[in-house]
DNA sequence: TGCAAAAATAATAGCGCTACGATTGAGAAT
DNA sequence: ATTCTCAATCGTAGCGCTATTATTTTTGCA
């Protein structure tokens, strides 16, 4: 019977919603507990009680409280997911692939952006642990001293995506970036192509794309002895700056005859400045691009591109995590492939 | 003197965590209190005593739990954002704007996707409302009925973005898209166009798409007598699916000069199918985007387009967020109406 | 019908933190 | 010296819920 709580001291405290759990217990003729029961495993309640409870729920308009649920319960229903940028269509694929299978679980999904700093990620990891969350997912395998130390301290799992063949944390859900590098050479090494390079953005901060270029390269030598040369800029990846760094290409590779890029819309921008200086594609020089963004089967020619599985990987990091919240533990520690395909059309 | 509190009956309960405030505050001989005041209030404790603390805080690595300064607190420091997709440009755009600027302020984004659909908007809200959240975002301004009673229940802050001329919940940033299907028009004609389509993906479900066209239409009637068709496809908004629209186009409008698309991708899909059908741009039909995406200013030819201010949408969002935090209610029921800009390029 | 086993429900004791009022101590004003 | 003021710090009492144990009710079966 505590109508008035702080009744004795005089105290007034914020409360913070109208309708509690304990207001549909009482509503119900039930008891608190078998309020949160009910709720957290309608199962294990009794037909009937179900239904008075569902009533009292109804009529109240209750709202459950996950922020006292999670203190309660020593862990929230969280997932913070900490991407580069949700900006780039990548990620963004990912991202909504993986809130779409973890909402189906109430799971809520946090987002933080690190903008390709490992400073930036590790202050957004600590955020992300004061909440207690459910899981931690975090982009690529390089992570600074101090982000592997505070995830190492706790115990929330942790699963990496997009990337593969590094030092695991915890799960890992990717590809290789070198072996998409390589498979970029080989294909255009196959076709004949000799004089080649590799157009890349922010090739300091973006260590997948840079792994990506140093496969190519790599796989170039191996395969024909030949030498790719890498152009990089540390601008953001844009249409425009495709266009730019195929100028930039034709004066180190005069006799240029097979690109590849770190994604799609560099590659874009390299088809309109082909087209712009009457360079034939894939006639003079073969594009191979990285994405399989939206244009890249309407362009013109259009685009020979590696597809890397966005949605499949956002998918399977959610369905690791559900596990785990479910307390199936036997993903822990898993490393899982998703591969990647390249797509053939017309301008390699 | 609780060393172990479950002492007297036995029983276990899960720690959330190892190190909690109590523990810094033994070590840096205070109380909690002064803890927790410093680390929301820093400049109301004492700078000696603050340096006790940093210092406790670093030795023993704390990290505070949010889920529980959210119950205590009546209010988490969370902000639901809830957009149709976080795969479409512009609202990555503003979702990544909104997160820079709140996590300034150590406010966490939690994300949530409609698809396009009330339904699920309202089933997003209602979970977001379980966290106690300091703000919700919501895209646009039709939502169901259910979505605005339980948030009048209620008295969460509500930021409606990406739309305006419509009932407003709370606070309101964006632009009339009426405005901007009007825009289009009155530039097409202006130009001397006078067969117009426009061209539209999702139109029913994107309401906003559907205003623009609607705009368009009326304006181009209003300005010359002129009939717009609308030309729309259930899909999604893709490169593709403008090629396969401008097709439409040209069987409904055969001596078509002038269009208007609902988007950029769009826009671009009309380019392509252009160029492959021989049909000069602007030479022949006028083209107008809607987004100014990134590819934009370097396709051929360039494409006049339409910019919505996706990022100062949302750093004025995360602006009346953070003030509605600090306690300043100055911008309640605010409408900040951002505009948009015709960028003008080649393609019209 | 009686009794053990199982099912359903209830009572208890916090989770870690913050808001509020209370208290302390140092300097200013009298 | 005494009172007053203000800044700095502390003690208390929950926020709303869940995990655990305890109790009650129902069921199965002889």
């Known amino acids: 019977m505590n109508e008035s709580p702080d009744r004795r001291t005089g105290r007034k405290r914020r409360r913070m919603q109208r309708v509690t759990m304990q207001a549909v217990a009482e509503r119900a003729n039930v008891s608190p507990s078998t309020v949160s029961l009910y709720l957290r495993r309608p199962e294990a309640v009794a037909a009937a009680t179900g239904q008075a409870i569902t009533g009292a729920i109804d009529e109240l308009g209750y709202v459950p409280n996950l922020v006292a649920g999670g203190l309660a319960a020593a862990a929230s229903r ?3 997911i900490i991407v580069p940028s949700v900006r780039n269509a990548f990620f963004a694929e990912t991202v909504a692939a993986m809130q779409a299978e973890l909402g189906k679980e109430r799971l809520q999904v946090m987002l933080g952006h690190s903008e390709y700093s490992d400073r930036e990620e590790e202050s957004l990891v600590r955020t992300a642990l004061s909440w207690a969350p459910s899981a931690i997912v975090l982009t690529g395998q390089s992570h600074s001293a101090g982000t592997r130390k505070i995830l190492a301290a706790g115990n929330t799992p942790v699963v990496e995506i997009w990337e593969l063949g590094g030092q695991s944390i915890d799960m890992t859900i990717g590809f290789s970036h070198d072996k998409v590098g390589r498979t970029a ?4 090494v196959g076709r004949g192509r000799r004089q ?4 890349g953005a922010r090739m300091q901060e973006d260590r997948r794309a840079n792994t990506r270029a140093q496969g190519f390269v790599q796989e170039a030598l191996r395969l024909a002895g030949l030498h790719a040369e890498i152009i990089g800029n540390p601008a953001r990846a844009g249409v425009e700056l495709g ?4 100028g930039q290409a034709l004066e180190r590779v005069p006799d240029i005859d097979g690109i590849a890029c770190s994604n799609d819309h560099i590659a874009l921008g390299v088809l309109f400045e082909c087209q712009r200086r009457g360079i034939s594609v894939p006639g003079d020089i073969a594009v191979v691009g990285f994405g399989d963004l ?3 089967g309407s362009c013109i020619p259009t ?3 590696i597809r890397p599985p966005g949605d499949l990987i956002g998918t399977e990091a959610a369905r690791v995590i559900i596990n785990h919240v479910r307390g199936d ?3 822990s520690h898993c490393v899982i492939d998703t591969g990647f395909r390249l797509v053939e059309r017309q301008s390699a």
């Open 78 to 80: 969280a997932v913070s």
């Open 185 to 188: 050479a080989e294909y255009l």
């Open 196 to 199: 080649l390079a590799f157009l």
């Open 243 to 246: 266009a730019l760094l195929l």
């Open 294 to 296: 939206d244009f890249a």
């Open 303 to 305: 685009l020979t591109t």
């Open 329 to 331: 533990r036997s993903d």
